[in-house]
């Protein structure tokens, strides 16, 4: 008989559990699990139980946050840009007015927000 495999906190897990995702669904669950810094299986058995999923920092978890915020970023930056430019089309904001929004938000973004998301950990 071979020895039992125990896990890192002496425990002996025999029973599997598998169910099936959606690619949206997987995504939204990768992304969530590199978030945390935890593995898929401690990442699921945390949320199903309703345990705390607490953060371990590593260079790794730095990394998942950078690209994340770095998405959000560039997706508030177009959404930011497409509004002023439908309030200038309506007539509710003055091109002046305008052209200042978006110099500041093209500034703000290369002076400093993009230093700091190109750093290497």
Same mark, same amino acid.
């Given at each position: 008989m071979s020895k039992k495999n125990y896990d890192n906190h002496n425990?002996?897990?025999?029973?599997?559990?598998?169910?099936?995702?959606? %690619?949206?669904?997987?995504?939204? @669950?990768?992304? +969530?699990?590199?978030?945390?810094? *935890?593995?898929?299986?401690?990442?699921?058995?945390?949320?199903?139980?309703?345990?705390?999923?607490?953060?371990?920092?590593n260079p790794k978890v730095y990394k998942a946050l950078r690209d994340q915020l770095s998405a959000v970023l560039d997706e508030l930056? %177009?959404?930011?840009?497409?509004? @002023?430019?439908? +309030?200038?089309?309506?007539?509710? *904001?003055?091109f002046w007015l305008c052209d200042r929004a978006l110099a500041a938000l093209t500034r703000y973004y290369h002076v400093i927000l993009k230093p700091k998301l190109k750093k290497k950990f």
């Open positions: 425990r002996w897990r025999n029973k599997t559990v598998a169910f099936r995702v959606s %690619a949206e669904e997987d995504l939204q @669950l990768e992304t +969530l699990v590199k978030l945390t810094g *935890l593995t898929k299986q401690d990442y699921i058995i945390r949320r199903l139980l309703k345990r705390d999923v607490v953060v371990q920092g930056l %177009a959404d930011g840009i497409g509004m @002023l430019a439908a +309030l200038l089309a309506a007539g509710n *904001l003055s």
